[in-house]
């Protein structure tokens, strides 16, 4: 980041830094208690600060537990697309789904929930899986005149990835910031992601 000087006008966001996406979590992303303190060091650079949380009802259809018969991580096909299932994580309300304790969440300008809708899965903090329905990240963005997006958080190849390319798809320049991000790699999602990234022209710093 020393060659990139931070403007008014750029957002980091900081994508599901939750318990159940850390260690000890109901879905946790290997090493990613190691991005808190990258991130809170990354925050005192930004005057825009967005944090988005995962906030499933119960019973979503994103869950294994669900779909009768159905394993962790397997993939079945929704209205939407393919989906793939996961085990309970970030139910609204539950210990799982807060902010990891030591991220300063209270520096954030705003918080995007997304997923809660329980027939509907959101990866991204732009669109939910349909690739149609906003969460309302995007009013933020042309509100406040954002001309470039610092993504980091859990998990890289999944709501980290989705989230940059929509951010990419709409005109808005992205980076990752890589050493403040960790991934999940099922069945070749983070040589995907890389190869996306490289598609859509979003930088990765280090």
């Given at each position: 980041?020393r060659d990139?000087t931070?403007e008014?006008?750029?957002l980091?966001?900081?994508i599901?830094v939750?318990?159940?996406?850390?260690?000890?979590?109901?879905l946790a992303?290997?090493?990613g208690?190691e991005?808190?303190?990258?991130?809170?060091?990354?925050m005192?650079?930004?005057?825009q600060?967005v944090?988005t949380?995962?906030?499933?009802?119960?019973?979503h259809?994103?869950f294994?537990?669900?779909?009768?018969?159905?394993?962790?991580f397997?993939?079945?096909?929704?209205?939407?697309?393919?989906?793939?299932?996961w085990?309970?994580?970030?139910?609204?309300?539950?210990?799982?789904?807060?902010?990891?304790?030591?991220l300063?969440?209270?520096?954030a300008h705003a918080?995007?929930?997304?997923?809660?809708?329980k027939?509907?899965?959101?990866?991204?903090?732009?669109?939910?899986?349909?690739?149609?329905?906003?969460?309302g990240?995007m009013g933020?963005i042309?509100?406040?005149d954002?001309?470039?997006v610092?993504c980091?958080?859990?998990?890289?190849d999944?709501c980290?990835?989705?989230?940059?390319?929509?951010?990419?798809?709409?005109?808005?320049?992205?980076f990752?910031i890589?050493a403040a991000?960790?991934?999940?790699?099922?069945?070749?999602?983070m040589?995907?992601a890389t190869e996306?990234?490289?598609?859509?022209?979003?930088?990765?710093l280090?």
């Amino acid at each position: 980041m020393r060659d990139i000087t931070i403007e008014s006008t750029d957002l980091l966001l900081v994508i599901d830094v939750q318990n159940d996406f850390c260690q000890g979590g109901a879905l946790a992303v290997p090493g990613g208690d190691e991005v808190v303190p990258v991130i809170n060091a990354l925050m005192g650079h930004f005057s825009q600060v967005v944090l988005t949380q995962d906030w499933h009802p119960a019973g979503h259809s994103s869950f294994a537990s669900s779909h009768d018969g159905a394993e962790p991580f397997s993939e079945i096909d929704m209205p939407y697309g393919p989906q793939t299932l996961w085990p309970d994580h970030c139910v609204q309300g539950s210990a799982g789904a807060e902010f990891h304790a030591q991220l300063d969440s209270h520096a954030a300008h705003a918080i995007v929930r997304k997923g809660n809708n329980k027939a509907l899965d959101s990866y991204s903090a732009i669109l939910e899986n349909d690739h149609r329905t906003p969460t309302g990240l995007m009013g933020f963005i042309r509100e406040r005149d954002i001309q470039r997006v610092f993504c980091c958080g859990l998990a890289l190849d999944f709501c980290v990835r989705f989230s940059a390319e929509d951010i990419s798809d709409q005109g808005i320049e992205c980076f990752l910031i890589g050493a403040a991000c960790r991934g999940i790699d099922l069945n070749g999602s983070m040589a995907a992601a890389t190869e996306s990234f490289a598609d859509k022209g979003i930088t990765i710093l280090s």
